[in-house]
Each structure stands twice: as C-alpha cells, then as structure tokens.
T-cell receptor, first 114, second 111 residues
Framework: KAGVTQTPRYLIKTRGQQVTLSCSPI?????VSWYQQTPGQGLQFLFE???????NKGNFPGRFSGRQFSNSRSEMNVSTLELGDSALYLC?????????????FGQGTRLTVV | GQQVMQIPQYQHVQEGEDFTTYCNSS?????IQWYKQRPGGHPVFLIQ?????EVKKQKRLTFQFGEAKKNSSLHITATQTTDVGTYFC???????????FGTGTRLKVLA
C-alpha cells in the first residue's frame, strides 16, 4: 500500500512569488491535513479537508489556501511568499484504525524562500 | 488560543533507563495523539487516547490521558537507541479535526 506522497520534495522560491504543493493521500483516506513545521514554531496546523470541503482552518493568513479534489488529492497554495514561509510543509491523511484516528504523514516539501 | 506544552524539551538518557515526557493543554481536549519523529523524518503516528484516565500500552511504551483530559504522558521503559527522536503530542477539542501539536521532547539515548 503506497504511503502519502508529497511533491515536490524540495523547492526554492523568491520572495513575492507563489507556490503550489501537492499531496496524494493513501488510497481510501478522505481526510487530508496540512501542517507547517519550523524549528522555532514547531508543527502548526494549517487546514484540514474532507470530501473536498475545508472542515478546519488554523491561524494562518489568507495567503495560505488549499483545496481537495474528488480523488482526495490535495493542493496547498501560498501566495506572495515571505522569508518566514521557509519551512517543511507536511500533509497527513487519516483513517479510523486500531489505535484511533491514525494520521499518516508524507515526507514533506521543504520550501526555502530567498 | 489553545496551547499544548510539553516537558522536558530535551532528554538524554543512558540506554536501558526509563524516559517520560509530559503534555499539558490549556484547554480540555477531546482526544490526544502521540507521534514520533526521527531526525530528518516525518511524524509517525503512535496512538490516540480518548477516554478520561485512559492508559494504553504498546510494548515498552505506556500512554496515559489525565482524568481532566488536559494532560497526558508517554513513558518508555528501558530505552533503546532506536527510541531516539522527537516525541510530539497533539490534541484537539471537541468536534474538530484541528490538532494542536505540542512543542515536542527530543530524546537522545546514549549507548
């Protein structure tokens, strides 16, 4: 069974540009969540999608947006990039497993803004 | 807003010693999850606790959810070098799938 796939793995962008990150969940998982991980702020929740609907949103500015497609694949977009957006962006897909609502994380996309 | 703190931030132990990390939330949680992240890796789900006072065990790992559902702990018995990594708790309040991650505890095991 394939895991959560995130593309690209690494990305370098310039301030002011916009970027789109992609996440393919595990087959059958309908919930996809996005997180930003930085050394200073740790893991912070961005948003969560289920069946193409955003169910929950974290405390990030409107420059951060996302969407989910009918096949559960999700994309995250960041517009007008700032230096502080440099981070590891992780997505996770979830299902109800033996130990609870199990979230499986992808390898992440490391975004560097210069 | 909701905050989840973990202590200690770092812990170095000799192989074979026990290790405990504590997670405290500023608000009552619906459930709490625990993850392990190896250096350079991504978080890996360990367990979810839902009930007040719940205790679950996975081999050498024991997870506990406080009676008030505002704190939790992860205890590792007889640590091994494979236990190295950062352990995160993540909690959510009732009715949401918005998980707030703790600050993490970085564990180093000295052989």
């Amino acid at each position: 069974k394939a895991g959560v796939t995130q593309t690209p793995r690494y990305l370098i962008k310039t301030r002011g540009q916009q970027v789109t990150l992609s996440c393919s969940p595990i087959s059958g998982h309908r919930s996809v969540s996005w997180y930003q991980q930085t050394p200073g702020q740790g893991l912070q929740f961005l948003f969560e999608y289920f069946s193409e609907t955003q169910r929950n949103k974290g405390n990030f500015p409107g420059r951060f947006s996302g969407r989910q497609f009918s096949n559960s694949r999700s994309e995250m977009n960041v517009s007008t990039l700032e230096l502080g957006d440099s981070a590891l962006y992780l997505c996770a897909s979830s299902f109800e497993g033996e130990w609870g609502t199990e979230a499986f994380f992808g390898q992440g996309t490391r975004l560097t803004v210069v | 807003g909701q905050q989840v703190m973990q202590i200690p931030q770092y812990q170095h132990v000799q192989e074979g010693e026990d290790f405990t990390t504590y997670c405290n939330s500023s608000t009552t949680l619906s459930n709490i999850q625990w993850y392990k992240q190896r250096p350079g890796g991504h978080p890996v789900f360990l367990i979810q606790l839902v009930k007040s006072g719940e205790v679950k065990k996975q081999k050498r790992l024991t997870f506990q959810f406080g009676e008030a559902k505002k704190n939790s702990s992860l205890h590792i018995t007889a640590t091994q070098t494979t236990d190295v990594g950062t352990y995160f708790c993540a909690g959510t309040t009732s009715g949401t799938y918005k998980y707030i991650f703790g600050t993490g505890t970085r564990l180093k095991v000295l052989a």
